[in-house]
């Protein structure tokens, strides 16, 4: 028997919700990637770590707003906590392997080919391994092309994505890189599940497993905040949490040179005036 599938039960509201929080965890990651791009090799790490946990944590919420409005009318669907925390787990590492390919090795055609599709891949992971973690009355059928079209969307916007986050230009560029991480989040969210399809059990009773809103409603304050608050101090003023020292100058913003070889720019030009006055 095939169940009803509804993926948007509440209508919009939570794939506009999704989309939204895809963005946020986007624009916080890929700015931090765009900024382990120009600061000493110090801060690097701690950059990208930082881009890695919020983009892992941007996916993972995003996924599971949207399967808020999941339904299947002729039976009761309820998640699975180890494979639930395991998907978050698989998006950040998988999204770290890519933003730090590229955090290292800049934003050449191959850093960017091989992040982007580990990104992707990260992405896709995430989506099914959580999709795994669904318990039910029945089975999870998908349909192979559709599965593979998921895929490719969501490697080829990755890839997009850490490509708009390199080009270190400024607050627009930040911001069109995180609209696209969220198309390439949602795009590939549901594409996914239109390739789902429900073979339902004769059996009948409980199922085992925590609800969606048990499993997920006592942990998405705390992320949803730090996602928020983050994501505005690092998109408009960075500076703040991280000082002065290894950034570049405010006229050299968004240019996309290197802090270091600013200051040896600037000190030869100190250097030169001190002659001409001497």
């Known amino acids: 028997m095939q169940g009803t599938v509804d993926g948007f039960s509440y209508g919009l509201v939570t794939p506009i919700a999704a989309y939204v929080m895809a963005c946020v965890g986007g624009a ?5 990637t765009a900024r382990s791009l120009v600061v000493g090799n110090s801060w690097r790490p701690g950059w990208l770590a930082l881009g890695a946990a919020a983009i892992g944590s941007g996916i993972w919420t995003m996924h599971f707003i949207a399967m808020m409005g ?9 998640y699975d906590p180890s494979l ?37 891949l990260g992405v896709a992971s995430m989506h099914y391994l959580g999709m795994a973690a669904m318990r039910l009355r029945g089975a999870l059928e998908y349909d192979t092309v ?27 560029w930040s911001l ?30 409980a199922v085992a497993g925590d609800s969606p809103a048990e499993l997920l409603a006592p ?11 983050a994501g505005v101090v690092v998109m408009f003023d960075p500076l703040m949490i991280m000082g002065k020292p290894d950034w570049q100058p405010a006229d050299q913003a968004g240019k996309g040179v290197p802090a270091a070889a600013q200051r040896s720019v600037g000190a030869s030009r100190r250097s030169s005036q001190y002659r001409q006055d001497w």
């Open 28 to 32: 916080l990651g890929l700015r931090c």
């Open 70 to 78: 999941f339904t299947v009318k002729e039976a009761p669907v309820s």
């Open 84 to 120: 639930t925390f395991a998907s978050l787990g698989v998006a950040i590492v998988m999204v770290g392997i890519g933003v730090f390919i590229v955090g290292y090795r800049g934003p050449t055609v191959m850093a960017l080919f091989t992040g982007g599709t580990i990104t992707g």
């Open 146 to 172: 559709t599965v593979a079209a998921s895929v490719v969307i969501a490697v080829v916007a990755a890839t997009a994505a850490l490509w708009c986050a390199a080009q270190v230009r400024g607050f627009l």
């Open 176 to 205: 069109g890189a995180s609209l696209i991480m969220g198309l390439a989040v949602s795009g590939m969210h549901y594409t996914g599940m239109a390739a789902l399809s429900v073979h339902l059990h004769g059996s009948s009773g």
């Open 219 to 229: 942990m998405m304050v705390g992320p949803l905040a730090f996602l928020l608050l």
